[in-house]
């Protein structure tokens, strides 16, 4: 079976969960052994591993440009220079409007999250219908909205199956405040969809009742967990005998709820001194957090390391980590709370009860309630 | 006769290092070391130095010149380590008798509006500092960044000062010229000095933008209303190099000071002179504290955020203070008058007018709060670990009253053991010497001895 699977981020370039989903799902579905996936990411790095077709949606071409094969062999990143020659002769419609074409007739993206985002995702689906036309495939598969566009576009013009796939819902980003833009276009896409795969089954609930689907089309996927690699498993916990570390892992963004763990600190200190609380991460909360662990009176024992440096090294200081979504706390986290459970306690806190820490260890989990 | 009153500041910072949260209960060395030799030897190459000799020389002309200077301690910690010859010129200085040396609090900190029994503390500790160095006692006081309030007032006029220098902020002084001597509104011992904001300024601030020729600067003195006596110029001492670089000229004008003032009939005096000389004219009030930091003149540059508040409610904490000042660790006094030091907020600023502050190794308010606290979190474990949690600080006081209290006795029994055991030993040389007269056994003083000690430790232990 041949899928082709339109992805916003892949490893090694990580902005954020997106990436470790689409790696994890991809590689899956390679050990397969019957699984050939061609994954379409806006800017590879040419990094990648190799068990699947990276396509580089920045050197596809939307227009006709004549090109001489020996001039251009060597420019590209992900597909080759045959595949643009294949690609080309699949154009469907006049691109020469579009700004910031480049002289191979493709469009530029910036990569990652930039200010025309919009502009991007629309570009992003332009390039879905060339694609859609030239490639072979058997199945759609569409990360997160960024991609629901696309993949829209490509089933229109294949008649393939659309299976999308729901990392988050708007109404986790913006807890409940969603952006009618967006939501307009995550339900465009479910709407469209053959298949929803939802992260959690919280998440599939948010699917049916805020966008309105057929609950026969939708499932829970749980994301899968890797155990701990050596190179983990080698760090020795250098413990500090009388301080305990509270660890928060995340981005520190009001979809992970970073103010509960700061007043969850606060009333923890209140009564005890001997644990120091760490929100490890960056994110466009951070500065309000340090200000606000400065309101409580905290400060001194509510500690701010910085991005990824702290994630990694929070487990040779051996102690507990809060991985956290409000809405859904296995959902985004899980990859990770898992392999943190391999090594210490976890914990989390919950607005809504539901099945969603049943991948917890019962034993060392811990769930506050707000 | 008009006076002409020249303060500088000599004071820097001990820059802290980048410091992690996994360092926390690892590392206990906070300093940048690096960073703070650069940052010393260059202001004392491009300010220090050249201002210094420059009034070595007019103070050995005899003109007339006079200046006063303070240091703040973690400034002398680092003159002496990295940049001695600072200190040498200082002390060349201090030989001309042109020279006063105020005290100020070790830290350059904000200990004055923290807690006051570890503001004495440190104010004492500079003092004697001076003493040590330039052989003058100070009797004159100046707090980190000329913070003034009418307690801070009462509490230097109780520590036995004659005189503070203060900022003349429009807000207190309102119609009030900063030309003469005030009182402190809460003790009248202390006289005030006012700084004049606009002539400091006209140096330290726009001389470069704005130059002005010395014979304009003293015909603007020499032109203030009949009274009007006093001119206090204060300053940092980094204002001759640093703020105006020495290629604007500032030293030259600086030197024709003196012979310009001359020419108007201005006189040069040091604070302790015009004290001696000026009654105070009228108590000056003061509810809110004041200082020469920024255009409010207050200490909404070190208190402004929230996050400066928390740093310092942690670091004044009254249980820290009392445990610090009680323990005998010279690593946590150290480490603790570093801490202090007002620079430190200073990086946390959120001001808008602090768009473009020297924030040393920091990006932004946030990143220095952080890693302040990183540090202070370390510190604060550091210090609890000294007493346990459960003891009070008027009990840890009484404690070590006890100890000492103890020592002196047991001193006390020491000199009456020693006289004691003088007195045996003269009596036994006396029973040597009989013996020998007698012509007695040699044996015998061998057999008496025992037999006198335990009768000494009788007496001992009936005194006890």
Redesign the interface.
């Known amino acids: 079976m041949k899928v082709l699977m339109f992805g916003w981020e892949f490893p090694p370039k990580i902005y954020g969960g997106l990436a470790v989903a689409s790696y994890g799902i991809t590689k899956g579905l390679s050990l397969q052994g019957d699984v050939q996936t061609t994954f379409c990411l806006p800017k590879p790095t040419g990094e990648e591993e190799k068990f699947l077709n990276i396509i580089n949606m920045s050197q596809v071409p939307v227009v006709w440009r004549d090109k001489n094969y020996d001039d251009i062999r060597d420019r590209f990143v992900g597909h080759t220079a045959v595949d643009y020659y294949r690609f080309r002769d699949h154009l469907y419609a006049d691109f020469n409007y579009l700004q910031g074409l480049d002289d191979l007739g493709c469009i530029q993206f910036a990569g990652g999250y930039p200010g025309n985002l919009h502009e991007e995702i629309n570009n992003f689906s332009i390039i879905a219908g060339v694609l859609a036309r030239s490639e072979d495939f058997d199945l759609i598969h569409a990360h997160d909205w960024l991609t629901y566009p696309a993949g829209v576009h490509a089933k229109m013009v294949s008649g393939k199956p659309l299976c999308i796939h729901v990392h988050a819902t708007d109404f986790d980003r913006s807890r409940g405040k969603v952006n009618p833009t967006v939501y307009g276009i995550e339900k465009n896409g479910m709407d469209h969809a053959d298949c929803i795969m939802c992260v959690s089954e919280l998440t599939r609930q948010t699917v049916i009742n805020q966008y309105h689907q057929d609950p026969k089309k939708c499932v829970a996927m749980h994301n899968a967990v890797y155990p701990l690699s050596e190179e983990y498993q080698a760090i020795v916990p250098n413990k500090t005998p009388d301080e305990k570390v509270v660890t928060f892992l995340g981005r520190i963004t009001m979809q992970k709820g970073p103010e509960y763990f700061v007043e969850a600190a606060a009333k923890v200190l209140q009564r005890t001194h001997n644990i120091r609380f760490c929100m490890a991460g960056s994110g466009d909360m951070m500065n309000a957090m340090i200000r606000m662990a400065a309101e409580r009176g905290i400060a001194d024992r509510f500690h701010f390391p910085g991005f990824r440096l702290g994630a990694f090294r929070h487990r040779s200081s051996g102690g507990h980590a809060v991985r956290l979504s409000v809405y859904h706390l296995q959902a985004v986290g899980l990859r990770r709370d898992s392999e943190q459970r391999h090594q210490s306690g976890l914990l989390g806190y919950r607005r809504y009860g539901g099945r969603h820490l049943q991948h917890l260890h019962q034993r060392q989990s811990l769930s506050v309630s707000f | 006769m008009k006076q002409i009153c020249l303060y500088f500041e000599i004071h820097q910072p001990i820059h802290l290092k980048r410091y ?3 360092d ?2 690892k590392d206990h060395y906070y300093y940048d070391d690096y960073e703070n030799e650069r940052a010393i030897q260059e202001t004392s190459r491009n300010s220090y130095i050249p201002a210094l000799t420059a009034m070595l020389d007019m103070a050995k002309k005899d003109e007339g010149f006079k200046v006063a200077f303070s240091l703040s301690g973690t400034a002398i910690e680092m003159l002496e380590q990295y940049a001695p010859e600072v200190i040498d010129l200082l002390q060349q200085l201090a030989e001309t008798k042109c020279v006063e040396f105020l005290a100020e609090p070790y830290s350059h900190g904000l200990a004055s509006i923290g807690n006051e029994e570890s503001f004495r503390e440190e104010v004492q500790r500079q003092a004697k500092k001076m003493h040590e160095l330039f052989g003058q006692t100070p009797k004159v006081v100046r707090n980190s960044s000329l913070i003034y309030s009418d307690e801070i007032g009462a509490v230097c006029a109780d520590m036995g000062f004659k005189g503070m220098i203060a900022e003349g902020a429009k807000h207190i002084l309102g119609w009030k010229s900063p030309h003469y001597v005030y009182s402190c509104a809460q003790d009248n011992r202390l006289s005030l000095l006012m700084r004049d904001y606009n002539l400091s300024d006209d140096i330290s601030l726009r001389f470069g933008s704005q130059p002005i020729t010395a014979d304009t600067y003293c015909d603007w003195i020499a032109g203030l209303p009949e009274g009007e006596d006093v001119i206090n110029i204060f300053m940092e001492l980094v204002a001759l190099g640093i703020f105006q670089p020495l290629s604007t000229g500032i030293l030259e004008f600086f030197k024709a000071l003196p012979a310009c003032a001359r020419a108007r009939g201005l006189q040069f005096a040091t604070p302790s002179e015009i004290i001696a000389k000026h009654k105070a004219v009228a108590p000056m009030e003061c509810v809110y504290p004041v200082s020469w930091n920024d255009e409010e003149r207050d200490t909404s540059c070190w208190l402004g ?3 400066q ?3 310092f ?2 670091l004044y904490d009254e249980k820290v203070v009392g445990r610090i000042l009680a323990c005998k660790d010279r690593r946590i006094k150290a480490d603790w008058d570093r801490l202090q030091a007002s620079n430190n907020f200073r990086f946390m600023t959120t001001k808008p007018a602090s768009a473009n502050l020297y924030r040393g190794i920091y990006e932004n308010a ?1 990143d220095a ?2 890693n302040y ?2 540090i ?2 370390d510190f ?2 550091r210090v609890r670990d000294l007493f346990s ?1 459960q003891v009070e600080n008027d009990e840890l006081n009484a404690l070590y009253t006890q100890i000492t209290n103890l020592g002196e006795e047991l001193s006390v029994k020491e000199n009456e053991v020693s006289r004691l055991r003088a007195r045996l030993e003269k009596y036994e040389a006396k029973e040597k010497a009989e013996a020998a007269a007698e012509e007695k056994p040699a044996a015998k003083p061998a057999a008496k001895k025992p037999a006198a000690k335990p009768a000494a430790k009788k007496t001992e232990a009936k005194k006890k």
């Open positions: 992690r949260f996994f926390i209960g955020n929230t996050m508040r928390e740093a409610a942690k946030f709060f952080t606290m990183n202070l979190g604060l474990k949690d």
